[in-house]
């Protein structure tokens, strides 16, 4: 597991200007930081370099020549510093919106704690990291809309929306492509490469159908059965899909490792509070922080027997997982006939999605086959 991030800025006149460590004494030797920036120097492009120095190794994402600022993260002698390149590029926005010494040093621990744990988290986690990226999100929104974009006409596009900001578009698609979201080719006649929607990515809350079924099946008293299903249906029949609310449950929940731990519990089985306090072992220090923000998020209902013992239990799961995106066929279909897009792209784009439409069904038989076995 990573020990420290160290946050540095590059000044022509001074040199090294650590702006934030964490923790405190987290340290990297000036020489060590030249290293560093001579490393990244010998590109000059936005990136990440691995090196070692001594007993640690060093993964630094460089942000580029127009901002100036590496996030170094030190990783032990046996950690592979590529497994945290995409959570690197993830945090480098939100530490270059927040590079105010003091703003800086709160964020980092946080940061820190998220990023150190990005090689083990599972493929719903990843989703959740790529779609509460709000670049990301910007960019799957338009693809949703226009199923195709040229990459220089994305670019242009996102300098307008960040006119102070910094976008790593490069990084950005690198990782929509490794998650199957997006793909990338030339188009003969075009001089930029297009980019192309392959999956879409569906986010919402669902009833906690397992649960739902038989809760007495899950360690809910017979007696507090019909109390726990009407309190799902109650908030099933108001509840309205929102972007905010998944951002919020993503952020809160998803990407939080100790909310997550205890959420995974309560998909499973409806728990006492000795169940919760035994997730210590696994992470879950605060059992109270934990709670207040399920419930924060409306996520959990609490339930109490004659004995006075109580019950949380699950009332909404989230989901969130990707789909093959059919309403591109309307869309392409309509660019055709309004001559609104480069017909090779447009040809291109419906290749791209027969292929994927087949890798899908050969993906499904696949796992039905493992599951018979």
Known sequence: MPTGMVVMHWDERI??????????????????????????????????????????????????????????????????????????????????????????????PSLFQRLSVYPTLNEEQRMAMLYNSDVKRMILNRLREESLLAKSEIAIWLKDQYEEGWVDLESILSSLIKNNI???????????????????????????????????????????????????????KNYEVSERDNIKIIDEVLLDPAVYEAYSLLREAIVTRNDLEKLKKKGVDDVDRVLKILWGNKMIAVFKDSKGTEYYSLTSDFCIKKIYPKYNLDTIREQYRAKSKNPGALTTALDIMKDEYYEMLKAKKEKAKAEEA
């Not at 460089?62 to 030190?74: H, K, M, N, S, W």
């Not at 995409?86 to 800086?104: A, Y």
């Not at 490469?193 to 360690?219: E, G, N, Y």
Request: net charge negative; no cysteine.
């Open 15 to 108: 040199g090294v200007e650590v702006l934030g460590s964490y923790p405190e004494e987290a340290e990297i030797q000036e020489k060590t930081l030249m290293q560093v920036y001579s490393q990244h120097e010998f590109s000059g492009e936005p990136g990440m370099v691995s090196l070692t120095a001594g007993a640690i190794n060093l993964a630094s994402y460089y942000t580029g020549p127009e901002t100036g600022v590496y996030v170094i993260l030190i990783l032990t002698a046996e950690e592979d510093g590529d497994a945290f390149e995409e959570g690197l590029v993830e945090i480098s926005r939100q530490i270059l919106q927040n590079l105010d010494p003091e703003t800086l040093n709160k964020l980092l």
């Open 182 to 236: 997006v793909k990338t080719a030339s188009v003969q006649g075009l001089s930029s490469d297009i980019v192309f929607l392959t999956r879409d990515l569906m986010t919402l809350r669902i009833p906690p159908l397992q649960l739902v079924k038989d809760p007495a099946d899950r360690h809910l008293p017979q007696s507090l059965v019909g109390d726990y299903k009407t309190e799902v249906r109650n908030f099933f």
